[in-house]
């Protein structure tokens, strides 16, 4: 099916203004964006129009009771100027697993996919040239009824902005794993791509960070045994010649960037397994010198190269000149992206209106 879109435009671009070689993540936003309204059991409202606040009733139901959801994706170019898709039906899926899970409407998958297309061809100056730099869009939908009792909203907005980004960690990143705080349990939502995950591990990562540590890895709720993942990313080691990353347990993220890493890797040939892992074979692994890299994948920060571990009082340091496999990971999943390799298993769509 094809939809129409009410198209706004912006009465001029403001990219004139953007400094494409200095890109900070996240605070620049481009000219359009695309937003619905979901009313009386169907999507309608469809438009593009230009990016500007829009207005709120306190009673919003998602300031409340949390009914908001995202995705995240990036749209990238080849060197003809072509702007690319990854997998974007991944997270056409993964956006209606998490509506579901948070009793939200499902937006139709061609729906999806026709306003990030659209989207994407019509912003698509805004694609930095730079390897590592990219258009990350960011599909999201919140509850809106004006209702003050808990109970699943009628109506939602769906919305779809795109910012051009530098890279999300410029540096190795260093870890704390504590067991105090967790950030999802089996049963839970942590499988959902829900504003809330976030909201609750604000306190413990604000805490690591005045140690000295970019992000926390978190353990699972009920042992505080089993490593589950990292923020924004999930997270690989290599130790000694076999890369390992925690199954999906129900609670750790789904990311798409793991599920190719997975994919790629034993394409390649390297040695793979998914299964719990706990911290401390990891941190026997780090003493022993088995341990060779850590590294974390998501669509934001790609891959992003891990230099410290810190447990109770045991801080593993990776030795950075031995990384092989993230570099690869990293060198693979970028030039698939920008089509310096080749996209054997069909990953890239060229954005199309
Ligand atoms: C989005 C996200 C990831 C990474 O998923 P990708 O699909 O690879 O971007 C990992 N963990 C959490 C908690 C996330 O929200």
Redesign the pocket.
């Known amino acids: 099916m094809s939809y129409k879109f009410n198209v706004t435009r912006v009465q001029e671009s403001s990219i004139s203004k953007v400094d494409f070689n200095n890109l900070p993540f996240g605070k620049t936003f481009s000219d359009h964006m695309f937003v619905a309204d979901y009313i009386n059991g169907a999507w309608t409202n469809l438009e593009i129009r230009p990016v500007a606040p829009i207005p709120t009733h306190p009673g919003n139901m998602a300031w409340h009771y949390g009914q908001a959801i ?4 990036k749209a990238t170019r080849d060197a003809e100027g072509h702007a690319l898709l990854f997998r974007p039906e ?2 056409a899926v ?1 956006l209606n697993n998490s509506a579901k899970r948070m009793s939200m409407p499902e937006v139709p998958e061609d729906l999806f996919l026709q306003a990030i297309h659209t989207l994407v061809d019509m912003e698509k100056a805004w694609i930095p040239p730079q390897t590592g730099s990219a258009l990350y869009i960011r599909p999201f939908m919140y509850a809106t009824d004006e209702t003050i009792g808990v109970k699943a909203s009628d109506t939602y907005k769906f919305i779809i902005f795109v910012m051009p980004v530098g890279p999300y960690y410029t540096n190795p990143v260093k870890l704390l794993a504590q067991d105090k705080y967790v ?1 999802a349990v089996v049963g839970g939502v ?1 499988e959902a ?1 829900t504003a809330g ?2 909201a609750a ?1 604000l306190l413990p990562s604000t805490m690591a960070r005045k140690e000295g540590f970019d992000q926390v890895m978190w353990l699972d709720g009920v042992h505080k045994k089993y490593i589950q ?6 997270i690989f080691f290599v130790v000694k010649d076999e890369i390992i990353t925690p199954n999906l347990d129900g609670a ?9 890493m997975l994919e790629l890797f034993k394409d390649q040939g390297y040695k793979v397994t998914e299964r719990p892992i706990t911290i401390d074979e990891i941190i026997e692994a780090g003493q022993s010198g088995d341990l060779v890299e850590i590294f ?6 790609v891959i992003a190269p891990v230099s410290h571990l810190k447990y109770k009082d045991t801080t593993i340091e990776l030795d950075m000149a031995k990384r092989q496999i993230s570099k690869w990971a990293y060198d693979t999943i970028n030039g698939i992206r920008n089509r310096t390799v080749t996209d054997k298993f069909g990953w890239i769509v060229e954005a199309k209106p």
């Open positions: 995202f995705e995240g994706m991944l997270h993964r950030r942590g791509k995950n976030y591990s993942e990292v923020g924004t990313m999930n750790i993220l789904d990311g798409i960037t793991r599920k190719s974390g994948t998501g669509t934001a920060a």
